[in-house]
C-alpha cells in the first residue's frame, strides 16, 4: 500500500532501522501507559501503522482491533513521512508499540526488538507465499507474519503507445527506445520515481543477477548488471525520463495527469490507475536486461511484527494470531478493498474474487511467475552502498565497474559483521 507523504519511500524506513541497530541493544520498553480504545477488556495493547494513502484503511484497521474481545487495541495512525523515526524513537521509550507494521530486517532480529512467532504460524505455514515465509525466517525462526504483497510494475497507457507505433517493451533496451518515441513536448515517455531508487533492485533481477546468492555472497556484481547501469546512463540523459514530478513512483498521479506515458508504481495503485483511465491501461515487468536476463517484478509488502521488549508480548502475539493468523475475512478485506494487493495466504489468494480477472489478474500472474522478494540479510547500509552506484553511474556517469568494486567493500564488511 502506498503511503499518504510523497517524501515517503520504503529505504527512509530502512534507514531508521539500520539507525536502531547502530545503537545498540534497547532497554526494555513498556507499552501499557493507560492509552486504551476499542471494545475489549483485559490488557490494553497499542499497535502502530503509517498512514496509507487508500480511503478506507484507518477505518479497517480500528475495526478489526474493535471486534478484537481480549484486550482494548489501540491504533497509532502515523501520518505525513515520519512514521519510521517515530516507530523506532518510540521503541526507546515507555510510549513503545505491543505490535508494528514494518519489513523483514535481521538487524531487528539480532538485537533482539522482534519477537519469534513461529509458535503462531507453524499451524499454518503452508498455507503462505513459500517466499513471505522464507523472508521472515532467521535461524529456522520465523519473526513477522506478511499482510500483504505488494508486486510492482510498468502501468502505461495502451493508445499512447498505440498511437507511436510502440509495443509494450520486453527488454531494456526496448523500453529506452520506447520512451524516446513516446516524448512529446508535453509528455514524458517514462517515469521510474524521483530518485530511480524504486528500480535498482529489478535491475539487478532482470540482468539475472541478485543482491545476495543463498550463501550470503555478494551476487550483483556481474557483466549483466554493469551493462545495465550503463543503459540506465543512457536513459539518464536522453530527456525522455521523468524527474522531479510532483509526488513519487508509489503514487498514481503521473500517469494519471499525462505527465508520462509508462510508470513503474505497485499493483496497490492499480484501482486508481483504473478510475483515471478505465480501459486504456496495461502492465508489464521490468524487462529483460541483457541476454542472461529475464524480466521481474519486485515484491513489496508489509509485515506485523510483536515488540520483543515490550510488557504484553504474550497479549501482543495473542492479537496477531487472532487477526492476521485466524481472520481469513479481515486479511481478504485489507488485501483487496482499499486497494490491490495480493494475500500472502495462498487460500485467500485463491479466492479473492477481485483478484480474479482483468488487470488484477494479470498482476496475480505478473507476481507468480516474475516476483522476488527481499533477501532479510540485504541490509540498509547495503541498500545505502547501491543507491550510490546509481548515483555515481547513472546521474554522474562514473565507470560502473569501479563504483561496484566500492560497493563491494561495504557490502563485503556487512556480511563479515552479519554472518561471520
Excluded at 478506507?56 to 497509532?76: F, H, L, M, S
Excluded at 524480466?295 to 501482543?316: C, E, L, Q, T
Excluded at 522476488?372 to 552502498?385: E, L
Aim: aromatic residues 10%.
Amino acid at each position: 500500500m502506498s503511503a499518504q507523504s510523497s517524501t515517503w519511500d520504503r529505504r527512509s524506513i530502512l534507514r531508521a532501522a539500520a539507525g536502531l541497530a547502530a545503537a545498540g541493544s534497547l532497554a526494555a520498553c513498556g507499552s501499557n501507559n493507560g492509552r486504551g480504545g476499542g471494545s475489549g477488556s483485559g490488557k490494553r495493547l497499542v499497535q502502530y501503522f503509517h498512514a496509507y494513502g487508500e480511503a478506507g484503511t484507518e477505518q479497517a484497521i480500528k475495526r478489526y482491533a474493535k471486534a478484537y474481545p481480549k484486550a482494548d487495541v489501540t491504533t497509532q495512525w502515523i501520518t505525513g513521512s515520519n512514521f519510521e523515526s517515530k516507530l523506532f524513537a518510540s521503541l526507546l521509550t515507555e510510549q513503545a508499540p505491543d505490535l508494528f507494521e514494518f519489513h523483514p530486517q535481521i538487524q531487528l532480529v539480532k538485537s533482539g526488538q522482534v519477537a519469534d512467532l513461529t509458535d503462531i504460524i507453524e499451524p499454518v505455514k503452508d498455507d503462505f507465499n513459500e517466499a513471505d515465509i522464507r523472508s521472515h525466517t532467521v535461524d529456522g525462526k520465523i519473526y513477522g507474519v506478511r499482510m500483504i504483497d505488494d508486486p510492482q510494475f510498468f502501468f502505461y497507457r495502451r493508445s499512447l503507445l498505440e498511437k507511436a507505433g510502440v509495443e509494450p517493451p520486453q527488454t531494456l533496451d526496448e523500453l529506452i527506445e520506447a520512451a524516446a518515441k513516446l516524448t512529446t513536448s508535453k509528455v514524458k515517455g517514462l517515469f521510474l520515481g524521483n530518485d530511480l531508487h524504486a528500480v535498482i533492485n529489478p535491475l539487478i533481477w532482470s540482468a539475472g543477477a541478485d543482491t545476495l546468492n543463498e550463501k550470503n555472497e555478494i551476487a550483483y556484481h556481474t557483466d549483466g548488471v554493469v551493462a545495465g547501469l550503463k543503459q540506465m546512463r543512457k536513459l539518464f540523459t536522453s530527456g525522455h525520463l521523468l524527474l522531479d514530478a510532483p509526488a513519487d513512483f508509489w503514487d498514481p498521479s503521473a500517469l494519471n495527469q499525462g505527465l508520462c506515458a509508462i510508470q513503474f508504481c505497485g499493483m496497490w495503485a492499480m484501482p486508481q490507475f483504473q478510475q483515471a483511465l478505465g480501459d486504456d491501461l496495461g502492465i508489464m515487468p521490468f524487462p529483460k536486461v541483457g541476454d542472461a536476463g529475464k524480466p521481474s517484478v519486485y515484491n513489496g509488502g508489509w509485515s506485523m511484527f510483536v515488540n520483543a521488549k515490550g510488557r504484553n508480548v504474550d497479549a501482543a502475539m495473542e492479537y496477531v494470531k487472532w487477526l492476521w493468523i485466524d481472520r481469513k475475512k479481515y486479511q481478504e478485506d485489507w488485501a483487496t478493498s482499499y486497494g490491490f494487493h495480493i494475500p500472502p495466504r495462498t487460500s485467500i489468494a485463491q479466492s479473492a474474487g477481485k483478484l480474479k480477472s482483468g488487470l488484477p489478474a494479470e498482476g496475480v500472474q505478473l507476481f507468480n511467475q516474475y516476483g522476488h522478494f527481499d533477501n532479510i540479510g540485504w541490509t540498509q547500509a547495503m541498500i545505502t552502498a547501491t543507491e550510490k552506484v546509481f548515483a555515481d553511474c547513472v546521474r554522474k556517469g562514473d565507470d560502473p565497474e569501479a563504483a561496484l568494486d566500492r560497493c563491494d567493500k561495504t557490502v563485503d564488511a556487512e556480511l563479515k559483521k552479519l554472518f561471520g
